[in-house]
């Protein structure tokens, strides 16, 4: 099976970075998927995750764990040093075809607010010459959007400069709430606030067909290039049922990856 996804010649965020103020938001998922279509667009990507030592992913990342931050106080730069990694790798972009992708663990919006303001980030970034955007994740509970309206309101102060994006999660469920509920009122007030962002929607996988393909330790594009044969038996399943997992991933793939990639496209920039 081919990939389904065909690439466009379009320009993306030298710097793309993906946070929330929740965990089990979606933000990892996401960050691997632009990943994707980073590469299918023929760029070299830096993958750095922002997370706890707990956390395993697959891939040649720099990892920075969140425990670290319990040692800012004898570094150089704070908290900022806990993150030097992450400014070498931005440093090391040579051209327009090079990027960082950050994965930012959720509960680190303080401390990413903090290091935003003490090195100046977006100034930094737009005195490189280097294009930003930043991803705001949110799934449809009343706190997480909550949260996210907070986020997107404090990005604007601390990095003016960086653009913004709203991904509205679908994993929890949809975003139509009943008229004069709660959680329509803080709806609302989101998309108030991210009249200034890029807000798209992030389908659900049906049926778990992604949850139990990356238990399998099967990446996106593994599950989309297996023969149906091949993946039953490593998901240990009828065929049938592989097949339908296959179907659900490559679904979710097309779809979310041309949200995104359209949500990322850098304005009035050529190819």
Same mark, same amino acid.
């Given at each position: 099976m081919t990939n389904p996804s065909k690439t466009n010649a379009v320009r993306l965020p030298a710097v793309l970075e993906l946070c929330g103020h929740g965990t089990s938001l979606g933000k990892s998922l996401l960050a691997t998927t632009a990943e994707l279509i980073y590469r299918l667009a023929g760029y070299k990507v830096v993958m750095v995750r922002i997370e706890s030592k707990m956390i395993k992913h697959r891939g040649d990342h720099i990892r920075i764990p969140t425990e670290d931050f319990a040692e800012a106080a004898v570094l150089v730069g704070g908290l900022s040093g806990v993150i030097a990694p992450l400014f070498a790798a931005v440093r090391d972009i040579k051209d327009d075809r090079s990027a960082v992708i950050i994965d930012w663990a959720g509960g680190q919006a303080d401390h990413r607010s903090h290091i935003f303001v003490a090195t100046r980030f977006g100034e930094r970034l737009k005195a490189m010459g280097l294009n930003a955007t930043s991803v705001v994740v949110t799934t449809n509970t009343a706190s997480d959007m909550t949260h996210a309206n907070e986020l997107l309101r404090r990005s604007e102060t601390v990095a003016?400069?960086?653009? +913004?994006?709203?991904? !509205? #999660? @679908? %994993? %929890?469920? /949809?975003? #139509?709430? $009943?008229? =004069? /509920?709660?959680?329509? +009122?803080?709806?609302? @007030?989101?998309? &108030?606030?991210?009249?200034? *962002? +890029?807000?798209?929607? $992030?389908?659900? $996988? =049906?049926?778990?067909?992604? @949850?139990?393909?990356?238990?399998? =330790? !099967?990446?996106?594009?593994? $599950?989309?290039?297996?023969?149906?044969?091949? !993946? *039953?038996? &490593? !998901?240990?399943?009828?065929?049938?049922?592989?097949? *339908?997992? &296959?179907?659900?991933?490559? *679904?979710?793939?097309? @779809?979310?990856?041309?949200?995104? %990639? /359209?949500?990322?496209?850098v304005p009035n920039a050529k190819p």
């Open positions: 003016p400069s960086v653009n +913004r994006c709203l991904a !509205l #999660n @679908k %994993r %929890r469920g /949809s975003f #139509n709430f $009943v008229t =004069g /509920s709660e959680q329509a +009122r803080i709806f609302d @007030k989101l998309i &108030q606030e991210a009249k200034g *962002a +890029r807000p798209f929607e $992030v389908d659900a $996988v =049906g049926g778990q067909s992604l @949850k139990i393909c990356d238990d399998a =330790g !099967l990446s996106i594009p593994d $599950v989309i290039e297996s023969s149906v044969e091949m !993946l *039953a038996a &490593q !998901l240990k399943c009828d065929e049938f049922i592989a097949a *339908a997992c &296959q179907t659900e991933v490559v *679904a979710w793939y097309v @779809k979310t990856t041309d949200a995104l %990639r /359209s949500a990322l496209k």
